[in-house]
C-alpha cells in the first residue's frame, strides 16, 4: 500500500455473477449425458456427431465470451479423446459420452477457483483491480485518472443486488467497441464491383478482472467510488486554484520589485 493509503473496501465477485461461465461445463456435460441415452445405437456418425457438437460450442461460447482460448481448450479435449480411441481401441459408443462427461465435471470447481482469483480493493486513493489463475493480472486506477463509469446489472444482478461497474480513463481503459458494416453490390455484362462501408463505437467493455464485475452490494459500491472520484477532482481543482495563487502572487511581487528598482 501507498503511503498514508488505506482500505475502504475488499470485494470479490458474487457466487451467482458467474453463472455464465459455469455453462461452459454444464453445455458439454449435458451433451455427453445426451449421448449416453443413445450409446447403444452410437455409430461411427454419432462419433462425427460427438466432435461437431463440442466444436460448435466451443466457437459459440469464444464468440460470445470474446475469448478463443475457450474454443482451444474444446479442440484439445476433442483431440485426446480421439487419441484415446485411436490408441487404445476405446468403444467409443461408451467411452465418448461418459468422457465427455468426466472431462466436464472438473469445469465447475475450476471457474469457482476462477472467481475466487477476482480480487478488487477499493482504497482512499485508488481501485486495485486483480484477477487469473495461472497468469495473475493486476491493474491499478486512481481516482483522479477516471472520467466516468459504466454500471451494469442483469436481471440476477437486480435480484441479488450486484452488478458490474467499469471504469474509463483518458486513455480509454474500460473502453471496447462495437463495429457495423453496410455493403452492397451492382452487377454489369462488363462491370462487376462491391463498395462498403463500417463505423465504430466506443462501448464500456472489460475483461472480468478489470473491472468491479459482480461486486455486492451494487448501489452502495458505485455511490462510494462516485463520491470518492468527486472528492479526487475537488482536491485536483483546489491545487489548480492553490497554484494559479502563487502565480499570482509571484507575479504581483516581481512587478512591484521591477517597479521598486526602476524608481
Given at each position: 500500500m501507498l503511503k498514508n493509503e488505506s482500505i475502504l473496501?475488499?470485494?470479490?465477485?458474487?457466487?451467482i455473477s458467474f453463472i455464465k461461465f459455469h455453462f461452459l461445463w454444464l453445455i458439454p456435460f449435458l451433451w455427453g449425458l445426451f449421448l449416453l441415452w443413445f450409446y447403444d445405437k452410437l455409430s461411427i456418425f454419432g462419433a462425427v456427431l460427438w466432435v461437431a457438437g463440442l466444436a460448435i460450442i466451443g466457437i459459440v461460447a469464444s464468440i460470445l465470451l470474446i475469448r478463443w482460448s475457450i474454443f482451444i481448450v474444446y479442440i484439445a479435449v476433442i483431440g485426446i479423446g480421439l487419441f484415446f480411441i485411436w490408441e487404445y481401441n476405446?468403444?467409443?459408443?461408451?467411452?465418448?459420452?461418459?468422457?465427455t462427461m468426466l472431462i466436464f465435471i472438473f469445469g465447475a470447481p475450476v471457474i469457482e477457483i476462477f472467481r475466487r482469483s477476482h480480487k478488487y480493493i477499493i482504497t482512499n486513493f485508488r481501485i486495485i483491480l486483480r484477477g487469473g489463475i495461472l497468469r495473475r493480472k493486476e491493474r491499478s486506477l486512481r481516482y483522479e485518472k477516471i472520467t466516468d463509469i459504466s454500471g451494469e446489472q442483469g436481471i440476477f444482478g437486480k435480484?441479488?443486488?450486484f452488478g458490474n461497474i467499469i471504469p474509463i480513463t483518458q486513455s480509454g481503459f474500460g473502453l471496447g467497441s462495437d463495429e457495423a458494416f453496410a455493403g452492397g453490390g451492382m452487377q454489369h455484362k462488363r462491370f462487376f464491383g462491391f463498395f462498403g462501408g463500417g463505423k465504430e463505437v466506443s462501448t464500456p467493455r472489460a475483461r472480468s478482472y478489470y473491472q468491479l464485475y459482480g461486486v455486492y452490494p451494487y448501489k452502495e459500491i458505485k455511490k462510494l467510488i462516485e463520491e470518492l472520484i468527486q472528492e479526487s477532482l475537488s482536491y485536483e481543482r483546489e491545487q489548480v486554484e492553490l497554484q494559479r495563487k502563487i502565480v499570482d502572487l509571484l507575479e504581483k511581487k516581481n512587478k512591484e520589485d521591477n517597479h521598486e528598482e526602476n524608481l
Amino acid at each position: 500500500m501507498l503511503k498514508n493509503e488505506s482500505i475502504l473496501k475488499e470485494l470479490s465477485p458474487h457466487p451467482i455473477s458467474f453463472i455464465k461461465f459455469h455453462f461452459l461445463w454444464l453445455i458439454p456435460f449435458l451433451w455427453g449425458l445426451f449421448l449416453l441415452w443413445f450409446y447403444d445405437k452410437l455409430s461411427i456418425f454419432g462419433a462425427v456427431l460427438w466432435v461437431a457438437g463440442l466444436a460448435i460450442i466451443g466457437i459459440v461460447a469464444s464468440i460470445l465470451l470474446i475469448r478463443w482460448s475457450i474454443f482451444i481448450v474444446y479442440i484439445a479435449v476433442i483431440g485426446i479423446g480421439l487419441f484415446f480411441i485411436w490408441e487404445y481401441n476405446m468403444d467409443y459408443r461408451i467411452f465418448i459420452p461418459l468422457y465427455t462427461m468426466l472431462i466436464f465435471i472438473f469445469g465447475a470447481p475450476v471457474i469457482e477457483i476462477f472467481r475466487r482469483s477476482h480480487k478488487y480493493i477499493i482504497t482512499n486513493f485508488r481501485i486495485i483491480l486483480r484477477g487469473g489463475i495461472l497468469r495473475r493480472k493486476e491493474r491499478s486506477l486512481r481516482y483522479e485518472k477516471i472520467t466516468d463509469i459504466s454500471g451494469e446489472q442483469g436481471i440476477f444482478g437486480k435480484i441479488f443486488s450486484f452488478g458490474n461497474i467499469i471504469p474509463i480513463t483518458q486513455s480509454g481503459f474500460g473502453l471496447g467497441s462495437d463495429e457495423a458494416f453496410a455493403g452492397g453490390g451492382m452487377q454489369h455484362k462488363r462491370f462487376f464491383g462491391f463498395f462498403g462501408g463500417g463505423k465504430e463505437v466506443s462501448t464500456p467493455r472489460a475483461r472480468s478482472y478489470y473491472q468491479l464485475y459482480g461486486v455486492y452490494p451494487y448501489k452502495e459500491i458505485k455511490k462510494l467510488i462516485e463520491e470518492l472520484i468527486q472528492e479526487s477532482l475537488s482536491y485536483e481543482r483546489e491545487q489548480v486554484e492553490l497554484q494559479r495563487k502563487i502565480v499570482d502572487l509571484l507575479e504581483k511581487k516581481n512587478k512591484e520589485d521591477n517597479h521598486e528598482e526602476n524608481l
